[in-house]
């Protein structure tokens, strides 16, 4: 009837661990209230905008593929424009 645990975490992605503080950025998880004319307010939450890419290594000289947020991706192109 319900979905077993480790199929709800497979849906779930989870981002927001320490190791990845980088590739994101710093952007976590943010709550808030939606807040209708009515004024009813509802717990909510904002999910940084975190996209699947393929990322070149020098370390590795390939391709990586990471989850990175787009804010990191802009810092990664900004200091790849400006050395090079």
Known sequence: MFP???RLLEAVSLPFKRSQLGLFHGK???YGNNVPFSKNKTRRTWLPNVQRKRVYSETFDQMVRLKITTRALRSIK???HSSG
């Open 4 to 6: 077993s645990i480790p």
């Open 28 to 30: 976590l998880k943010q």
């Open 78 to 80: 900004k200091v790849r």
